[in-house]
């Protein structure tokens, strides 16, 4: 399984970026895709996921309202629109893939991309 990360860039806060997150190497019908990110100094924390398959999702507290996960079947990208950006949104966003149901725990997923590095200025 291969998953590239890209969208990352510098943005003002207020404003929007959209992440992508490409996978190949398998059939991902049965995988859940997740977000994580990472800040300097801090634990890498999810954020959001979604099933392949049935598109469930969930959303973590923080974000909930200002991100939404999406997927392009056809595409096999994972989407991650980022509205109403904040400064503690600054982090780098890895997308991450795991067979079976969505979970927040990192260590449960099994695969990961590189990673984007996302920074929100004041």
């Known amino acids: 399984v291969q998953l590239q990360a890209s969208g990352g860039g510098l943005v003002q806060a207020g404003g929007s970026l959209r992440l992508s997150c490409a996978a190949s190497g398998r059939t991902f019908s049965s995988y859940t895709m997740g977000w994580f990110r990472q800040a300097p100094g801090k634990e890498r924390e999810f954020v959001t996921a979604i099933t392949w398959s049935g598109g469930s999702t969930y959303i973590a507290d923080s974000v909930k309202g200002r991100f939404t996960v999406s997927r392009d079947s056809a595409k096999n990208t994972v989407y991650l629109q980022m509205n109403s950006l904040k400064p503690e949104d600054t982090a780098v966003y890895y997308c991450?893939?795991?067979?079976?149901?969505?979970?927040?725990?990192?260590?449960?997923?099994?695969?990961w991309g590189q990673g984007t590095q996302v920074t929100v200025s004041s």
């Open positions: 991450a893939a795991r067979r079976g149901p969505i979970v927040i725990r990192t260590t449960l997923y099994n695969y």
